[in-house]
């Protein structure tokens, strides 16, 4: 499912499947994707921050047109104890492989892989401070 934003309706709340995954999608040539996101992450029950969220930053072919700074999007998933996957979506190769490694957060993160938490999992995505 989708969403522009949050909040979402409650509305349709009774319909709505259980939330596994929550993917915030970054655009790295619009400021105003990056505000979205930072408006929409005061929504989101601190819970999810338990692995359950992660940020997907598109456009990063073209370095050139960025109008965001990836050290800025690092912070933000520093700030939540998120991962941050970079990628280009015009890249059919690359498309498929960010397609496949959300998948497999996605299978983590529902409980679908033994053994492997979503909690687990994020902890060996974060960047050691050690040098």
Same mark, same amino acid.
């Given at each position: 499912h989708l969403a522009r934003s949050l909040p979402l309706s %409650? !509305? @349709?709340d009774h319909l709505r499947p259980r939330i596994d995954l929550?993917? /915030?999608m970054i655009d790295i040539k619009s400021k105003y994707s +990056?505000?979205?996101? !930072? #408006? %929409?992450l005061a929504?989101? $029950?601190?819970?999810? /921050? +338990? &692995?359950k969220v992660c940020f997907l930053v598109t456009g990063v072919g073209r370095v050139n047109a960025c109008s965001i $700074? #990836?050290?800025?999007?690092?912070k933000l &998933? !520093?700030?939540y104890c998120s991962p941050? +996957?970079?990628? !280009?979506l015009e890249l059919e190769g690359v498309r498929v492989a960010t397609a496949q490694r959300l998948l497999r957060i996605l299978q983590i993160c529902a409980g679908h892989i033994p053994g492997v938490s979503a909690l687990s999992f994020v902890s060996?995505? @974060?960047k050691s401070d050690v040098d």
């Open positions: %409650s !509305e @349709r929550i993917v /915030f +990056l505000k979205n996101v !930072e #408006t %929409s929504y989101v $029950d601190a819970s999810f /921050f +338990l &692995g $700074d #990836t050290n800025a999007v690092c &998933g !520093e700030a941050v +996957l970079f990628c !280009e060996l995505m @974060r």
